[in-house]
């Protein structure tokens, strides 16, 4: 994994694997990472700190030097402090606080990321401090300027969000991931796993993370390309522009989308459901498109999701991931 780390989509395939073998993986770790993976049993890995987005060897390197000389660190002001800053900038600490290493001396990452200005500075003047060769050891200011202030006070991110930052940091989510939160609703209905689609002329429902969403000028217009993972597996699919516009609140980096399609020969071809063309997979295989459903509430009876052909419904973003689909007076799709 190590010598992959910096190619995300190979290393993602990797860690997947790894976690299918009944490896764990340790989270990053300020007090105990090392630049490459390094396995700490038969069945468990801790996790390179080098593979941190932004980080880079001689950061890293810093930053064990830092703590074999003087220890674990205590705090981020402590981390701050003791490596040496012309190999540590603000962004390095920021992706190591996205991706969780200083998780096990903070738990609140928002606090973390809103502090590390103000960790820079009492770095800064306690540098400053002790160039003045202790001249002002006995003074009250100078005890003052040494002690540490307290962290920015900050609400702790969500679920989605602290994922989200993860992802930026580490290539995908560590810790978790988006499809956790929803994965009890949405297996009420849709039931298969993407890698448990099947050979089948029969419309298939499942449900999936948006990601890696991109717009390619090709001859016939822009194609948007994405990828729809659900855990299990993942798969890329493509609509047109037309499409895209149409469903563009549905279709969002890190959003739930349920859709229905048919997987024929050796081809995973997943067609979403929206008015238009879309196609996912590789290899040859025809594709049509079925059905679109969107997360939402129904104002009378039980349910949580909108048909989008069968019911009459209006989309609009929630503002909080994802769209709301207010229906009356419709079933729930079936499994």
């Not at 606080?97 to 200083?102: L, P, R």
Request: hydrophobic residues 40%; charged residues 25%; aromatic residues 8%.
């Amino acid at each position: 994994m190590t010598v992959e780390m910096d190619d995300t989509d190979k290393l993602k395939i990797l860690f997947g694997d790894a976690q299918k073998m009944g490896i764990k993986f340790e989270s990053p770790d300020v007090n105990r990472g090392d630049y490459r993976f390094e396995p700490t049993s038969n069945t468990s890995v801790r996790y390179g700190l080098g593979a941190i987005k932004g980080t880079g060897q001689q950061a890293i390197a810093a930053i064990v030097a830092a703590r074999n000389d003087g220890g674990p660190f205590t705090s981020l002001y402590d981390f701050c402090v003791r490596v040496d800053r012309s190999r540590l900038n603000k962004r390095t600490v920021e992706a190591l606080i996205k991706g969780g290493a200083f998780d096990n001396l903070h738990l609140n990452r928002a606090e973390l990321l809103a502090s590390v200005d103000r960790a820079f500075e009492f770095s800064a003047a306690t540098e400053a401090n002790a160039n003045q060769g202790g001249l002002f050891d006995m003074s009250d200011s100078h005890a003052a300027s040494t002690q540490e202030p307290d962290l920015v006070e900050a609400v702790p991110f969500g679920v989605k969000a602290r994922l989200v930052l993860e992802k930026t940091a580490i290539g995908f989510y560590l810790s978790g991931h988006l499809f956790d939160e929803v994965e009890a609703e949405v297996r009420q209905f849709a039931k298969r796993k993407i890698e448990d689609l099947i050979d089948s002329r029969e419309p298939q429902l499942l449900a999936a993370i948006v990601s890696d969403l991109r717009v390619i000028n090709g001859n016939r217009g822009k194609l948007i390309i994405f990828k729809l993972d659900d855990k299990t597996d993942v798969l890329e699919a493509s609509v047109d522009e037309t499409v895209f516009n149409a469903h563009r609140n549905l279709l969002k980096d890190d959003e739930l989308v349920i859709v229905q399609g048919t997987l024929q020969g050796r081809v995973r071809a997943l067609w979403p459901s929206f008015q238009g063309h879309a196609g996912v997979g590789s290899g040859d295989g025809a594709l049509q498109v079925r059905q679109v459903f969107a997360r939402g509430r129904q104002r009378h009876g039980a349910g949580h999701f909108a048909h989008g052909e069968r019911l009459s419904a209006t989309f609009r973003n929630d503002g909080a991931g994802g769209a709301e689909a207010w229906f009356t007076g419709a079933p729930e799709p079936a499994a």
